[in-house]
């Protein structure tokens, strides 16, 4: 597709579940970020992957928080015994390659542990 | 570390108005500024890049400044609309070489009729 593409856009989740979140990006891109965004706060930071490497997960809150890109294109993001602080929406991006690129995002996956 | 500060939370504006947003960053090594549009349940649309060699970038009403020095950026709206409702945020690109972005909170505006 033209965006980056996210799954689902909703989920709801039982708190001790676990979930997986699926992001889909841009052709070509070889950078791809997770971010999450708390109710009226801008997105924090969760992990960084160049191609199939990830670079970066100095972000991800707890050892229940777990992301791959094993063909270096789509990328996973799964939580494990989910817990309700982490509801928010998981918003990924990505961009061609280099510190002075665009990024680009998804719609994100709105998570509703209850 | 980068802390992002966009003050205030929230502007209400009649539309017609010519308005400011003003976004600040404690750390001046930036590589890039992004100022992005987020409207109520959606992602974030990119709407300017600035370089950190620029000084400004424009598209359309919009024009967005930076003064890397100072750790300033504003985002100029001109002949502000109803459609323009949203939130703004800024997000900036360094200090480090990994590409992440820091954001601010936002800044909600609403363009009343």
């Known amino acids: 597709g033209a965006g980056v593409s996210q799954s689902p856009r909703y989920k709801v989740a039982k708190r001790g579940q676990d979930v997986a979140l699926r992001c889909d990006p841009i052709?070509?891109?070889?950078?791809l970020f997770w971010y999450q965004q708390a109710l009226g706060q801008g997105p924090e930071f969760l992990t960084y992957f160049q191609n199939e490497a990830q670079l970066d997960k100095s972000g991800l809150p707890s050892d229940r928080f777990f992301a791959e890109r094993p063909e270096g294109s789509v990328s996973t993001l799964k939580i494990q015994r989910t817990q309700q602080e982490d509801s928010a929406v998981y918003l990924c991006a990505s961009s061609t390659q280099g510190a002075y690129t665009e990024a680009f995002f998804g719609q994100g996956t709105r998570l509703t542990v209850v | 570390k980068q802390e992002v500060t966009q003050i205030p939370a929230a502007l209400s504006v009649p539309e017609g108005e010519n308005l400011v947003l003003n976004c600040s960053f404690t750390?001046?090594?930036?590589?890039?500024l992004q100022w992005f549009r987020q409207d109520p349940g959606k992602g974030l649309t990119s709407l300017l890049l600035i370089q950190s060699s620029q000084r400004e970038q424009t598209s359309g009403r919009l024009n967005a400044s930076l003064d890397k020095s100072s750790g300033r950026s504003t985002l100029y709206i001109a002949a502000s609309q109803p459609g323009d409702s949203a939130t703004y945020l800024c997000?900036?690109?360094?200090?480090?070489?990994?590409?992440?972005?820091?954001f601010g909170k936002g800044i909600t505006l609403s363009v009343r009729p």
């Open positions: 997000a900036v690109n360094g200090p480090g070489a990994n590409s992440k972005l820091t």
């Open positions: 052709s070509g891109h070889v950078s």
């Open positions: 750390d001046s090594a930036i590589y890039n």
